[in-house]
């Protein structure tokens, strides 16, 4: 099995510290990031993943099926797919490993694949959880340490 994401959530995964906008979305990201801790590989999807999937049932117009998010995701498959040199496009299937997210935090903490998270109204918690280190970040790879930017 893998893990159903969409480009934009391979930044917010990095930041992740349990809040959301319901307890349905925590606990539902809550299990994502355990598959993912547990190495389950990442499958990139076009459209709402796994992690919107509480929203999709909540709300009348979720904000997952709007051009904004297809844009984050359009910023950040081009941001990501550079850093790790992998395709990062609907139907590609790959295992992320605790060098990958260290790559990724790193650059994330730099500005340097935040492209996609202009105009997010999470990012000011992702900021903040950067500059703390992601000591407060949930997911950790293969059980080794967080990287510490």
Known sequence: ?????????????????????????????????????AGEAITI???????CAPLMCRERDPHCLRAGAAERDRRAARDVSALLRRSVVPGETFGLDADDLAALRRAFAAGAIRDACQGCQWSALCTAVAEGGFATAKLDIAGQSKERA
């Not at 917010?12 to 539902?28: D, I, K, N, P, Q």
């Not at 999807?45 to 992690?51: H, K, L, N, T």
């Open 1 to 37: 099995m893998s893990v159903e994401l969409r480009p934009h959530h391979l930044l917010c995964m990095l930041t992740y510290v349990g809040r959301g906008y319901s307890r349905a979305f925590t606990e539902g990201y809550d299990r994502i990031v355990a598959r993912l801790a």
């Open 45 to 51: 999807v076009a459209g709402p993943d796994a992690i």
